[in-house]
């Protein structure tokens, strides 16, 4: 079992719409999770970090289900300019070292 | 404020050749992270730097070797390339401060075709 666990996708979201999706962690031990975001052949990108208590920043909203282990990442009102890959990152409490899940890609349609 | 920067952007080696990536991190940071990134795939993390110490590293065997210089910029070697080498290599930087780590930067990367 992979130690951060994503849906490949592709999510076909229309212009407008609100899309969601999980992430899935297998180490109890995690201690800090991120969303980063990666356009075809460049770099992943800081989206946002993810709280206990959940966060939003604009039309982007992260929650942290520590119990079951997974966290989350809803976007509202898509834009074309979202279509991207959507990467899970996990920080266990040792280090700095970060795990990343394989990614979901995300295409918004007009 | 400059971000992260690797060089070169794009290498082409051969297999059994060795090859050397380079990259300096986002002022004010002071630890480097590698790793490396297969087509249609999460990155890998290969080892992080800092100090000018190898703090931690992932499932990469001892072709992969790095090193950090006093101003915190990185190498990253690998020796006898094999096809499978072949990936979008990414430096990432952070900041430890009182043993709490903040979140990393990842730089453009290099994308190296072993042929």
């Known amino acids: 079992r992979k130690e951060v666990e994503q849906d490949p996708g592709p999510f076909n979201v229309p212009e407008g719409a609100t899309v969601a999706f999980n992430c899935t962690y297998s180490n109890s031990a995690s201690q800090s999770f991120f969303w980063y975001r990666q356009d075809c052949?460049?770099?992943?990108?800081?989206?946002?970090?993810?709280?206990?208590?959940?966060?939003?920043?604009?039309?982007?909203?992260?929650?942290?289900?520590?119990?079951?282990?997974?966290?989350?990442?809803?976007?509202?009102?898509?834009?074309?300019?979202?279509?991207a890959t959507y990467l899970c990152v996990v920080n266990r409490a040792a280090g700095n070292k970060l795990t990343f899940g394989g990614g979901t890609r995300v295409l918004v349609k007009p | 404020d400059a971000g992260v920067t690797q060089s070169?952007?794009?290498?082409?080696k051969t297999r059994g050749?060795?090859?050397?990536?380079?990259?300096?991190?986002?002022?004010?940071?002071?630890?480097?992270?590698?790793?490396?990134?297969?087509?249609?795939?999460?990155?890998?993390?290969?080892?992080?730097?800092?100090?000018?110490?190898?703090?931690q590293r992932g499932n990469f065997p001892d072709r992969f070797s790095g090193h950090q210089f006093p101003?915190?910029?990185?190498?990253?070697?690998?020796?006898?390339?094999?096809?499978?080498?072949?990936?979008?290599y990414l430096c990432a930087s952070s900041l430890v401060s009182g043993g709490l780590s903040y979140e990393q930067y990842f730089g453009p990367g290099t994308r190296l075709t072993v042929t």
């Open chain 1, 41 to 83: 052949r460049k770099e992943p990108k800081l989206l946002m970090s993810v709280y206990s208590s959940g966060n939003e920043d604009g039309r982007f909203t992260a929650q942290l289900n520590r119990a079951s282990q997974y966290i989350s990442l809803l976007i509202r009102d898509s834009k074309l300019s979202d279509s």
């Open chain 2, 71 to 88: 101003n915190y910029s990185s190498e990253l070697n690998v020796n006898a390339l094999l096809l499978g080498d072949s990936a979008l």
């Open chain 2, 17 to 55: 050749q060795q090859v050397t990536l380079r990259c300096s991190p986002k002022s004010g940071h002071d630890t480097v992270s590698w790793y490396q990134q297969a087509l249609g795939q999460g990155p890998q993390f290969i080892f992080q730097y800092y100090e000018e110490e190898e703090r």
């Open chain 2, 8 to 12: 070169p952007t794009h290498l082409i």
